[in-house]
T-cell receptor
């Protein structure tokens, strides 16, 4: 068990550019979550995958954001036309859910995060 | 809807003193409650969790928390602070899934920065 990994760890980009982040969850975990954490705040939920299906998206996830989890393994989060307000730490977490989407879920394991700075 | 309030954005204690970090939650369904710790430039590490059963839960590094339904609280304590405890602590709540749709997403408080003085 190597834990949740995220790449890159840091990304500096200019306003208007597109960026893509990758998350590799713990291999047997079927649930994957993305959160965003701004300075001085707790993480805020962005989106959730059960295997390859994206089942919930926060209103924080504007149409410039898109997330995928092909084949239910790794996930990518893309931000198009970045804005300075997108600067934050983007955290990925995975967990093992028993049964269907509405069933009890075990604790989430977090990756180290990708820190995005938009200049 | 669920929410978490952490009282005190900064807490400072002396090494060896009691640590008390306060957390109150709001949830319309039976909650699952969590405490996570975050060291600078790192992800979150689970300290402990309450799901069902015993209301006093013990976690890693000597931390424990007590679920008090009547007070909607889940305060984190440690009898004797160590310098290595200095970090930011987050309380979080998730839907237990009873009676509704639950994806296990976490709602976090704003965090409490713990400083430990020698």
């Amino acid at each position: 068990d190597t834990g949740v990994s995220q790449n890159p760890r840091h990304k500096i980009t200019k306003r208007g550019q597109n960026v893509t982040f990758r998350c590799d969850p713990i291999s047997e975990h079927n649930r994957l979550y993305w959160y965003r954490q701004t300075l001085g705040q707790g993480p805020e939920f962005l989106t959730y995958f059960q295997n390859e299906a994206q089942l919930e998206k926060s209103r924080l996830l504007s149409d410039r954001f898109s997330a995928e989890r092909p084949k239910g393994s790794f996930s990518t989060l893309e931000i198009q036309r970045t804005e300075q307000g997108d600067s934050a730490m983007y955290l990925c977490a995975s967990s093992l859910g028993a049964g269907g989407p509405s069933s009890f879920t075990y604790e989430q394991y977090f990756g180290p995060g990708t820190r995005l700075t938009v200049t | 809807a669920q929410s978490v309030t952490q009282l005190g954005s900064h807490v400072s204690v002396s090494e060896g003193a009691l640590v008390l970090l306060r957390c109150n939650y709001s949830s319309s369904v039976p909650p699952y409650l969590f405490w996570y710790v975050q060291y600078p430039n790192q992800g979150l590490q689970l300290l402990l969790k309450y799901t069902t059963g015993a209301t006093l839960v013990k976690g890693i590094n000597g931390f424990e928390a007590e679920f008090k339904k009547s007070e909607t609280s889940f305060h984190l304590t440690k009898p004797s602070a160590h310098m290595s405890d200095a970090a930011e602590y987050f309380c979080a709540v998730s839907d237990s899934g009873a009676g509704g749709t639950s994806y296990g997403k976490l709602t976090f408080g704003q965090g409490t920065i713990l400083t430990v003085h020698p």
